[in-house]
């Protein structure tokens, strides 16, 4: 049978593939090594987070499903940083690790032109340097016009704790055994990179009188920018604890132990930077008395707590002691023990901004197979490998979002261009523009992409062109109409701590005052308009000179990426430039001289090298 496009892996980067491509009309295949293991959540039961949060309301904007079901499925929710800048606030949700798969596989079951195909893909076919299916481990072979990667830690995967490495992937289940290897062979060069999970306690062995309990926010908080009906779940509190001396002195005593510190000698992948292993921070912070971790609740159905924080590869023995020395942990039993996966990944600087691989024509790769670690980095990948697939297919230009316009383009140009070292996080440091990229516009900076390539409805579509409208209409009203002095306007400044005013003032110039708020400037005028639309004007006119700042930033950036490197460009012929730079520029081929810029060991010489020649060839041509 021949499909269009094949998806290779269910997990978060493959639902998001899969549905965009099935949404766009393309008949789809998604093919996974265990129907029960869709949408997935091995590690944290959390969605959302900082700098992540952000991207799941971006995925949302573009048409995205992984906001709708976080919303159904979240058992507490959070605005992080709520009390800093516009530019650092994200939600972070917990996410029933029940609930969320199972209303991600009802989504794909009931979508059009989608089947779901439990088996395990070892091999691609591939004529000319062109994808044409994929082979089963079975040896069946199924054709397709485009196949999108979305492994996840499956590749040659290895479970380790201790001295024991295990050939398993998360959950004790077979691994992908031939297919990294075979992408070797069509000359992709593989990475072996490593993250871990922490151990799962049993909610009624755990004395919570000795933590600190955690609320989340009480306001109606969603992902989802379409305000579905949503079922609300119990909301359940989150519990704070730390580590104590006794904690750090075990990991000491046991730390050859680990099988990251001396417990194998033949591990190769590289661990996630910003999210260590416990042996690590108590070796990388030695100055440290203690280390945060959360009791984090899985599910309403179940009882197992995550310790958050607590990731280990230690012998199961260690990991006993290390629990019970945790405040309120001393008698509680170990549901499931933590442990270290090792995984193969495709090194990301082969993979074009649109992810379709240079090396094979019509294969898209998405998620950890990128070397990217977290849900959220994946579904983003998963969205965007889909809707290029499918554009390719509609013979039409791929959907390159730049770094001023999201952190999907942040995240997908710094794999492209910078490569990895370890498993990418995304960060909020990551973002040049990150007062650009918030989590209260993703839909103004994004939904009209999503509407060109048809996954906005009309319908979303025309509520978001009555929000600018609103917008722009709130505006206008705050700056036509002034607050004018008088004694009862004067004591009511005072009483916030604000300047008494001897003139009339516009709304609009008087919001830009740090102390004073929305709320206050309701006091004096009716602000007829929803409550997401008026957050907007606030951040809008309160930050007006420090966006407009960014936005006179990302324009000189846009200029620099307006310059375009021809793909076929010889870089043998460019003289004058560093040899590190040249090879460097050989690996990512940039499109443009502003990605050229972002290439580690390309220097500003080499690029005035590179500016000049291409402008005596342009000449020349």
């Known amino acids: 049978m021949e499909y269009e496009i094949i998806v290779v892996g269910g997990g978060h980067a493959g639902c998001e593939a899969a549905l965009a491509c099935a949404r766009l009309n393309h008949k789809t295949l998604l093919v996974t090594g265990n129907i029960k293991n869709i949408a997935d959540m091995p590690c944290n039961p959390s969605i959302g987070g900082s700098a992540k949060g952000i991207v799941v309301r971006e995925i949302d904007a573009l048409g995205g499903q992984m906001g709708k079901n976080a919303d159904k499925g979240k058992i507490q929710i959070k605005m ?7 530019a650092v606030q994200a939600l972070r949700a917990q996410a029933d690790k029940i609930v969320y798969p199972k209303e991600m596989l009802k989504t794909l079951k009931n979508t059009k032109n989608l089947e779901i195909l439990e088996n395990m893909v070892e091999d691609l076919i591939v004529d000319n340097n062109i994808v044409k299916g994929v082979i089963l481990k079975n040896g069946e072979k199924i054709t397709s016009k485009a196949v999108i990667l979305t492994t996840g830690t499956y590749l040659k995967a290895d479970i380790l704790v201790g001295d024991t490495r295990t050939r398993k992937g998360p959950h004790g289940e077979e691994p992908s055994n031939h297919l990294s290897d075979n992408l070797k062979k069509l000359g992709f060069t593989i990475k072996r990179l490593k993250t871990g999970t922490p151990p799962r306690i049993a909610k009624d062995s755990i004395d919570f009188s000795k933590t600190k309990i955690e609320y989340g926010d009480d306001y109606p908080y969603t992902f989802s920018f379409d305000n579905e009906e949503i079922t609300k779940l119990p909301e359940v509190p989150c519990h704070l604890v730390y580590t104590t001396l006794k904690t750090h002195q075990i990991i000491l005593d046991h730390l050859n132990e680990s099988s990251m510190y001396g417990g194998l000698d033949d591990i190769k992948g590289i661990g996630p930077r910003y999210c260590p292993s416990i042996e690590d921070k108590i070796v990388r912070f030695k100055d440290k008395e203690r280390h945060q971790l959360f009791l984090e609740p ?17 012998p199961h023995y260690v990991q006993e002691q290390m629990v019970h020395s945790l405040p309120g942990l001393e008698n509680a039993k170990i549901l499931k023990y933590a442990y270290a996966i090792e995984y193969d990944s495709i090194y990301p600087t082969q993979l074009k901004r649109s992810l ?13 197979i990128n ?20 554009l390719k297919l509609e013979k039409k230009e791929p959907l390159i979002l730049k770094r001023n316009e999201a952190y999907i383009g942040v995240l997908i140009d710094d794999l492209v261009t910078k490569g990895i070292r370890d498993p990418y996080r995304l960060l909020t440091s990551r973002a040049e523009y990150r007062l650009l990229l918030r989590h209260d516009n993703a839909d103004l900076r994004l939904r009209e992409y999503g509407y060109k390539i048809g996954l906005i409805n009309e319908k979303q579509y025309q509520k978001l062109q009555k929000k600018k409208e609103d917008i722009e209409n709130c505006i206008k009203l705050l700056k036509d109409n002034k ?4 004694d009862e306007v004067n004591e009511k400044l005072k009483s916030i701590l604000s300047t008494p005013i001897k003139d009339g003032i516009s709304f609009y110039n008087l919001l830009k005052r740090p102390e004073v708020t929305i709320d206050f400037i309701k006091l004096f005028i009716s602000l ?9 004007v606030e951040i809008t006119d309160k930050y007006e000179g420090y966006i407009k700042k960014a936005l006179k930033e990302a324009q000189k950036m846009l200029k620099l990426e307006n310059q375009i490197i021809p793909e076929n460009l010889d870089y043998d012929l460019v003289p004058n430039i560093a040899s590190e730079a040249r090879q460097k520029l050989k690996e990512v081929k940039p499109t443009s001289i502003g990605q050229a810029i972002r290439i580690s060991g390309v220097n500003p010489a080499d690029i005035s090298v590179l500016s000049v020649y291409l402008k005596k060839e342009k000449v020349n041509g």
Do not use: H, R, W
């Not at 607050?483 to 008088?486: A, D, G, K, Y």
């Not at 007829?528 to 907007?536: A, G, R, S, T």
């Open 356 to 368: 379709e691989t240079k090396i094979i024509e019509n294969l898209y790769c998405a998620g950890q």
């Open 483 to 486: 607050l004018n002095p008088s």
């Open 298 to 314: 899985e599910s309403l159905y179940y009882d197992d707590i995550y310790i958050q924080g607590f990731s280990t590869s230690m």
């Open 371 to 390: 070397g990217t670690s977290g849900y959220e980095e994946a579904a983003c990948q998963g969205l965007i490998a889909g809707i290029n697939a499918s």
């Open 528 to 536: 007829p308009y929803d409550e997401e639309v008026i957050n907007q």
């Open 80 to 86: 992080l940083n709520y009390k800093k800048g516009p």
